[in-house]
C-alpha cells in the first residue's frame, strides 16, 4: 500500500515535470536542464515507474537557451500549440449556430470551459497567460499531477479519459508541422508514460 | 524520486483545491461535466452590439454570447449597411478571435524571420528610444505610420504620428480607392459619393461589383431596383457574380473605362440630353468641357474600349432619358480606384458624367450624404499635438491626392531612397498586397525601425523588428463611428468576449502607452470612454445608450433630396474645369488618357478582383472560408476559351504565368465570362508568411507581378498595369 502510494507520488512529480517542459521556458528550468540533469532524470524515471525506453535525449536537447527559445517559438509555441480545444470539435452545443461550431483547431471549445470549471468548482487560479487556454497540456499535466495524489482512482481515471486523448493528434501535427525534435521527442515519451500510468495504476 | 526544485514554479496550490475537491465527493467529472452542460444549456445568453470586422464596410452586428464565449452573430437590423444581415465573410472572420495562429505576446525580432518574446515595457522602451533616436538625427519627417483605417485608427493613428511631429500618415487607399478619391474631390468635393440605388432606374457599375465586394445592403437594394424594373449595367472586363442581378454585360477591353465615359457623355450634349438647369446652377467650366468632348465620339470610343458604337449611343440615351434616376455608381476599387495610369481621370469623368445627368442629391441618383455632428476632446484639457511643420511625404510629387489618405508607397520609396528611416504598420498587410513584395520587402529592410501591430503575424510583421499584438475586433471597445448616408447614424464596436491571449492590448492603449514611452503621453491624457463621451456631447445621445443599441439613426437629420449642399471644392460647384489641377501641372479639362502598357497579340493584361468570400488578404487564413476555396478551386486564373485554345490550354490544366516581375504556376478557369485579352486572377492569394498556416501557398499573389508604380496624378498604385505570357506546363 505505502509502495502505491509512493508510485502515485512519484508518477505526480513526472507528470509535473512534463507541465514545466510544456511552459514558456525559462531560465530556471534551463538550469534544471543543464545543471541538474532533469531530462536524463525524468529519463530514469519514466524507465523505473514504467519500463519505457526511451532514446537518447541528448541529440535532440537544445545546446543553449537561445535554442530552447527558438525551439519553443518554433514548435509549441506557434506551429503546434499544446491546447486541448485544437484537437476537437470546438462545441457540443448543438443550439450554437456560429459557422465553426463542429470544426477542429479553435481556441476556447468546449474543454477550455470544462477546464475553467474544473479550475473555479477548485478555487485554483492559474497565470494570467493561461487564462485564456486554461486546456493547456501544461495546466492539465499539472491538474492531473494533482488528482494523482488527491482524488479517486476513477476521477483521475476520468480526467485522463476525457482530457489527454488529443496526444497522438498534437505528436503528429509537431512531427508534420515543425521539423524539430526536442518537444516531438518529449511528446512522445508522454503519450507512453500516460498510456502505463492509466494501465498500471488506474 | 525525481529530484527538482522546478515543482515550486506550479499553479497548483494545495489548501483551497483540496477542500473543493472533498466537497465533490466522489461523484466524478462525469457528473461535474454533466452539470457543466445543464448549466451551460440554460447559460444567459447576452447580446453585445457591435460592428464587424472583415472589410470595410464595418456593417452591424451583434454578438450573441454564452458562457463568455461567441454563440451567434447576426446582423445589426438598425445598422444600415447590414439592415439584419451578415454575409459570409462576416461570419467566417469572427472565427479569428479562436484562430491558433494569432499573435500572443510582444515580439521582438532577432534574425531573419526569427523573433523572441519581449515584455510591453521592454518593447515600447525600445521602439521609443530609436524613433527618439530617429527623428534627432534625420527629423520627424523620416517616420511615417500607415493603416487601414477602421474608427480607432482613424482618430489615434494620425494624432500619434503627428505628436512625434511627423504630417507621414497614411492608409491602404493607395491600392483601393486614392484615383477615385482624387478624381471624385477635385470635381464634386467629396472623395465618394453614395447612391440611391433601390430608386434608380438605370445603374452603370464600372468593375465594382456588389455580388463580391458584398455589403448586404447594397445588395438588397440592387434586387430592389431590378425588382423595379431598373436596367442594371456592368462594365467589367470580367462578368463578376453581380451578374446574376445585371441586364447587360460590357466586357470592356481593360483599361479603357475612360473611353467610354467620354463617350457616353459626348452623346449626352449632343442629344440635348443633359440636366442644362442643374448644370447651369451647380456647376462650372461646362462651356470648355463640352468643347473638349466634341472628339470623344461613340465610334472613337468604339476603337478603344471594343464596345460598338451604338450600344454606347443606346445606354448614353437610356441614362439620359432616365435621369436623374439614373447613375454611373461611385465605386471603390472598382476599375478606376488604382488600377491604370487614366483613373484619376475616369473617376472625374465619372463624377462629371453624373452632373450632366443632374442626378446629384436627386431620388434616385448620386448622394451627398449627410453626417452626424459630433462633439471633440476639449482641447484645453487634452492637447491636440496640431499641424506638424513639414509637408506629408508625396504630398509635393502628388498634390492631387487626398491628404486624408496620402500616398502609403510613398514610405516605401523614400525608405530606397534613404530618406524614410522609421515605419509603423497598424493593421496593414504592406509588405504583401500595397506594392511589388519584393521592393517592399527591400524598402523595409533598408528602415532602422519598422514596428508592426497586427492580430496575425502578416508578412509585413515578418519584416518588422518589433511586431505588438492587438486584440481582434471581438474583444475590444473602439472609438464612434459617424455613418453617412441619407439617413446619417452613428456605429460603436464593443468588446464581446475576454481577450483570449491576456497579453494583446487595444491600439488606444498601445499608442497611449507608446506615446508616454516617446515623451509626448500629453496628447494622449484621456481614456478611450472620455473620447467617446466628448463625441456624443452634441448629440443628445447617452454612451450607456450607445452601448446598448450600438447603432443609432437620426432620422431627424435625413437630407432633404433636391437641395444641394455646399460643396467643397474651390468654386462651391461641380468642377468641369479644375483650377487645382492646373496649378497642379495637369490639364484642368479631364482628358482621354492611355493606359501606360497594352498586351500584344501573344500577352494578357493582368486584372485583379474580389471574390464574395474575402477581403484583401485578410481572411485568406481562415480556414472555413479557405475551404471555399479550395472546395471550389477559386485560387485558378480565368482565361477565356479562344485565347486558351491558341495557347492548346484547357480547363484545370497548369499554366505558367511570366511578368517583367515574377514568374507563377496555377491552374486555370478556361470561361467566356473573362475578356480575351484579360488574365483575371483574385486578389487574395499567394500568403507567403509561413506563420499563416491556412492560407500558406495557396494561389499566388497578384501584387508580385504589379511593378511598383505611382500613377502619375494620385499616386495610386497602378495595378492593372501589367503585361504577362502564359504558357501550358506539366503538372
Redesign the interface.
Known amino acids: 500500500m505505502i509502495e502505491t502510494i509512493d508510485k502515485r ?2 508518477s505526480a ?2 507528470f ?2 512534463f ?2 517542459i510544456y ?2 521556458p525559462t531560465l ?2 534551463w538550469k ?1 536542464i543543464t545543471q ?1 540533469d ?1 531530462l536524463p ?2 529519463r530514469d ?1 519514466v524507465q523505473e515507474l514504467y519500463q519505457i525506453k526511451t532514446t537518447e535525449w541528448k541529440d535532440v536537447q537544445p545546446d543553449s537557451y537561445d535554442q530552447l ?2 525551439s519553443y ?1 518554433a514548435t509549441i509555441g ?2 503546434a ?1 499544446p ?1 486541448e ?2 484537437y476537437k470539435p ?4 448543438e ?6 461550431a463542429r ?1 477542429k ?5 468546449d474543454s477550455a ?2 477546464i475553467r ?2 479550475l473555479n ?13 486554461p486546456d493547456h497540456l501544461a ?1 492539465l499535466l ?2 492531473l ?3 494523482i495524489e ?3 482512482k ?2 483521475t481515471a ?2 485522463i479519459g ?1 482530457h489527454f486523448d488529443w496526444l497522438d493528434n498534437f505528436a503528429f501535427k509537431l512531427e508534420s ?1 515543425t521539423g524539430q525534435t526536442f518537444y516531438l521527442e518529449i511528446t512522445r515519451v508522454l503519450i507512453a508514460t500516460m498510456k502505463a500510468f492509466r494501465s498500471t495504476y488506474l | ?7 515550486r ?6 489548501s ?6 472533498a466537497s ?1 465527493g ?1 461523484a ?3 457528473q ?2 454533466n452539470n ?2 445543464k448549466a ?2 440554460k447559460a444567459e445568453i447576452k447580446e453585445i452590439a457591435s460592428t464587424c470586422n472583415a472589410c470595410s464596410s464595418k456593417c452591424g452586428m451583434i454578438g450573441h454570447i ?8 447576426t446582423g445589426h437590423p438598425d445598422h444600415p449597411y447590414s439592415k439584419g444581415k451578415l454575409c459570409a465573410r462576416g ?2 472572420y ?2 479569428v478571435v ?3 495562429d494569432r499573435l500572443t505576446q510582444p515580439l521582438k525580432r532577432v534574425g531573419e524571420g ?4 519581449i515584455t510591453w515595457e521592454k518593447a515600447y522602451e525600445e521602439i521609443a528610444a530609436k524613433l527618439n533616436k530617429i527623428i534627432k538625427e534625420f527629423g520627424p519627417q523620416s517616420v511615417a505610420l500607415t493603416e487601414d483605417p477602421r474608427a480607432t485608427g482613424k482618430f489615434y493613428s494620425p494624432r500619434f504620428i503627428n505628436a512625434l511631429g511627423s504630417a507621414n500618415y497614411y492608409t491602404h487607399h493607395v491600392v483601393c480607392s486614392n484615383a477615385r478619391d482624387a478624381g471624385f474631390l477635385h470635381t464634386v468635393g467629396v472623395t465618394a459619393t453614395s447612391a440611391d440605388i433601390s430608386n434608380a432606374k438605370y445603374i452603370m457599375f464600372i468593375g465594382r461589383s456588389y455580388g463580391d465586394g458584398i455589403r448586404p445592403s447594397s445588395v438588397q437594394s440592387l434586387a430592389t431596383a431590378k425588382d423595379n424594373g431598373a436596367k442594371i449595367v456592368i462594365v467589367d472586363p470580367r462578368l463578376n457574380n453581380t451578374g446574376n442581378l445585371a441586364t447587360e454585360w460590357l466586357a470592356i477591353r481593360p483599361g479603357t473605362d475612360l473611353a467610354l465615359v467620354l463617350a457616353m457623355s459626348h452623346v449626352l450634349i449632343k442629344e440635348s440630353l443633359h440636366d442644362l438647369e442643374f448644370i447651369r446652377n451647380y456647376t462650372m467650366g461646362f462651356e470648355e468641357y463640352a468643347k473638349e468632348l466634341r472628339k470623344y465620339t461613340p465610334e472613337w470610343a468604339e476603337g478603344i474600349t471594343g464596345i460598338p458604337a451604338d450600344s454606347i449611343t443606346r445606354i448614353a440615351v437610356d441614362m439620359g432619358k432616365a435621369k436623374p434616376k439614373a447613375l454611373i455608381e461611385q465605386s471603390w476599387r472598382g476599375a478606376f480606384g488604382c488600377n491604370y495610369e487614366n483613373s484619376t481621370e475616369t473617376g472625374r469623368a465619372v463624377a462629371m458624367f453624373n452632373a450632366l445627368l443632374g442626378n446629384y442629391q436627386q431620388k434616385g441618383g448620386s448622394i451627398f450624404g449627410g453626417k452626424v455632428n459630433l462633439g471633440k476632446l476639449d482641447e484645453k484639457k487634452y492637447p491636440n499635438p496640431g499641424e506638424p511643420d513639414e509637408p506629408q511625404a508625396g504630398s509635393k510629387q502628388f498634390p492631387l491626392a487626398y491628404k486624408g489618405s496620402g500616398v502609403a508607397t510613398i514610405v516605401a520609396k523614400e525608405a530606397l531612397e534613404g530618406k524614410m528611416k522609421a515605419a509603423i504598420y497598424y493593421h496593414s498587410n504592406a509588405a504583401l498586397g500595397y506594392g511589388n513584395p519584393k521592393v517592399m520587402k527591400e524598402a523595409l529592410s533598408k528602415m532602422d525601425l519598422v514596428v508592426a501591430i497586427d492580430v496575425q503575424m502578416s508578412e509585413t510583421a515578418l519584416l518588422a523588428h518589433y511586431v505588438l499584438p492587438e486584440v481582434t475586433y471581438i474583444e475590444r471597445d473602439e472609438v464612434i463611428e459617424g455613418l453617412s448616408g441619407k439617413i446619417p447614424g452613428i456605429a460603436l464596436r464593443q468588446q464581446m468576449v ?6 494583446t492590448k487595444p491600439v488606444h492603449e498601445i499608442y497611449t502607452e507608446l506615446a508616454r514611452a516617446c515623451g509626448v503621453g500629453q496628447y494622449f491624457n484621456f481614456t478611450l470612454d472620455d473620447l467617446n463621451e466628448a463625441m456624443l456631447a452634441p448629440t443628445g445621445i447617452t454612451y450607456k445608450e450607445l452601448k446598448e443599441k450600438g447603432t443609432i439613426m437620426f432620422p431627424d437629420q435625413e437630407i432633404t433630396l433636391g437641395e444641394m449642399p455646399e460643396l467643397k471644392t474651390p468654386s462651391g460647384k461641380i468642377e468641369y474645369y479644375s483650377e487645382t489641377y492646373k496649378a497642379a501641372g495637369f490639364k484642368p479639362i479631364v482628358e482621354w488618357i492611355e493606359p501606360k502598357v497594352s498586351p500584344a497579340n501573344d500577352s494578357f493584361r493582368l486584372i485583379t478582383g474580389k471574390q464574395a468570400i474575402h477581403s484583401h488578404t485578410q481572411t485568406a487564413n481562415i ?2 472560408l479557405m475551404q471555399i476555396t479550395k472546395d471550389y478551386d477559386l485560387e485558378r486564373i480565368w482565361i477565356n476559351p479562344a485565347r486558351a485554345k491558341v495557347l492548346g490550354i484547357k480547363d484545370g490544366d497548369l499554366v505558367e504565368v511570366k511578368s517583367s516581375e515574377a514568374v507563377s504556376k496555377i491552374r486555370v478557369k478556361v470561361t467566356e465570362r473573362i475578356h480575351p485579352e484579360a488574365i483575371f486572377v483574385p486578389s487574395h492569394y499567394g500568403i507567403t508568411s509561413k ?1 499563416l ?1 491556412t492560407g500558406y501557398g495557396i494561389g499566388f499573389g497578384y501584387m508580385e507581378h504589379v511593378p511598383f508604380d505611382f500613377e502619375k496624378w494620385s499616386g495610386s498604385g497602378n495595378i492593372h498595369e501589367v503585361i504577362v505570357n502564359v504558357r501550358k506546363v506539366k503538372s
Not at chain 2, 114 to 117: D, M, S
Request: glycine share 6%; with cysteine; net charge negative.
Open positions: 507520488t512519484e512529480q513526472v509535473r515535470v507541465a514545466e511552459k514558456t530556471e528550468i534544471e541538474n532533469l532524470k525524468l524515471a527559445i527558438s517559438m506557434k506551429a500549440i491546447v480545444s485544437l470546438w462545441t457540443q452545443d443550439t450554437c449556430t456560429l459557422a465553426f470544426e483547431g479553435y481556441l476556447q471549445g470551459l470544462h470549471f474544473i468548482e477548485m478555487q485554483i487560479s492559474i497565470p494570467s497567460e493561461y487564462e485564456g487556454t495546466i499539472e491538474l499531477a494533482y488528482f488527491h482524488a479517486p476513477s476521477f476520468e480526467f476525457d508541422n | 524520486m525525481l529530484d527538482t526544485k522546478l515543482s514554479r506550479g499553479f497548483i496550490k494545495a483551497a483545491a483540496t477542500a473543493a475537491l465533490a466522489t466524478g467529472f462525469n461535474w461535466s457543466y452542460v451551460g444549456g454564452k458562457n463568455g464565449r461567441l454563440w451567434k452573430l461570419h467566417g469572427a472565427t479562436y484562430s491558433e526569427k523573433f523572441e518574446p475576454e481577450k483570449v491571449h491576456p497579453q480556414p472555413i506563420d498556416k
